[in-house]
């Protein structure tokens, strides 16, 4: 079983970076493939991107493709969302998940384990 907690959410401008973290406990966090989600107020949780157990494998979401970047450090059992060029129409709570596999995750229903969301608000 794997415990997360995201951090490194809050308030930036249209334009602005941001980097979020989602630390992991346990000892087993190099075997789990990592996903990032979002979800807007009023919408249904969304797909952001995914990254699998060794690094190797990233894959994003149209809408963030090329602003957005998953790394992971297994070392500090970390993985990281880097986003760039933020838009107001990326606010939202960002969540990440965990699964074991070595397959490509793209549903929520996919994932196992979730942590509790950081917000991620940008103003125009």
């Known amino acids: 079983q794997v415990q997360l907690v995201e951090s490194g959410g809050g308030l930036v401008q249209a334009g602005d970076s941001l980097r979020l973290s989602c630390a992991a406990s346990g000892r087993t966090f190099s075997s789990y493939a990592m996903g990032w989600f979002r979800q807007a107020p009023g919408k249904e949780r969304e797909f952001v991107g995914f990254i699998s157990w060794s690094g190797g494998s990233t894959y994003y979401a149209d809408s963030v493709k090329g602003r957005f970047t998953i790394s992971r450090d297994n070392a500090k059992n970390t993985v990281y969302l880097q986003m760039n060029s933020l838009k107001p129409e990326d606010t939202a709570v960002y969540y990440c998940?965990?699964?074991?596999?070595?397959?490509?995750?793209?549903?929520?229903?996919?994932?196992?384990?979730w942590g509790q969301g950081t917000q991620v608000t940008v103003s125009s």
């Open positions: 998940a965990a699964r074991r596999g070595g397959s490509y995750y793209y549903t929520k229903e996919d994932y196992d384990y």
